[in-house]
T-cell receptor
């Protein structure tokens, strides 16, 4: 298994531009999580999906952030317009919830820099 | 909702010494407590976890203890080695079956040779 796949691995953009981050969870996993990691705020949960349905988006910082999961094998996190304070590492993680409690598997992350 | 506090934020030990990281949680319904290790520039990876029906779990040099009454759990690393240097995160489940975790802020462990 290839594990959780994220793209791009690095993104540098200018303030005001739209940014789209992509995630492919592990095949068969039915929960997907988006996190943001910064030195100041640590690892923050932004949103998570179960069976492609958004369950909790209370961590999404503001309306500039949106996330979708059109099918079981793909999710996107979009920032429009981007701002310098959005610079962070964004992780996607997946989990197989039909086995109850257990590990979240993290992707390699996308390092976003907004100039 | 659940809140997880983690201490200390940084920890420096000599190689061979033990390291202890402590976490407290607020929601008595939480029943799953994993620990993740994140090396510099890498992704967080699970190193050990414990469920609320046990008080202690060991895996070679690492162990986790859980005190449900006091709502705290700890990570113990014995005979530390330089490769143990990393950021360690504790987490607690909110009791749901979807796998949602609430993470602590992390502890940066430095093991000096």
């Amino acid at each position: 298994d290839a594990g959780v796949i994220q793209s791009p691995r690095h993104e540098v953009t200018e303030m005001g531009q739209e940014v789209t981050l992509r995630c492919k969870p592990i095949s068969g996993h039915n929960s997907l999580f988006w996190y943001r990691q910064t030195m100041m705020r640590g690892l923050e949960l932004l949103i998570y999906f179960n069976n492609n349905v958004p369950i909790d988006d209370s961590g999404m910082p503001e309306d500039r952030f949106s996330a979708k999961m059109p099918n079981a094998s793909f999710s996107t996190l979009k920032i429009q317009p981007s701002e310098p304070r959005d610079s962070a590492v964004y992780f996607c993680a997946s989990h197989i919830s039909n086995r109850g409690l257990g590990e979240q598997f993290f992707g390699p992350g996308t390092r976003l820099t907004v100039l | 909702g659940e809140n997880v506090e983690q201490h200390p934020s940084t920890l420096s030990v000599q190689e061979g010494d033990s390291a202890v990281i402590k976490c407290t949680y607020s929601d008595s319904a939480s029943n799953y407590f994993p620990w993740y290790k994140q090396e510099l520039g890498k992704r967080p990876q699970l190193i050990i976890d414990i469920r609320s029906n046990v008080g202690e779990k060991k895996d070679q040099r690492i162990a986790v203890t859980l005190n449900k009454t006091a709502k705290h759990f700890s990570l113990h690393i014995t005979e530390t080695q330089p490769e143990d240097s990393a950021v360690y995160f504790c987490a607690a489940s909110n009791g749901g079956s979807q796998g949602n975790l609430i993470f602590g802020k992390g502890t940066k462990l430095s093991v000096k040779p």
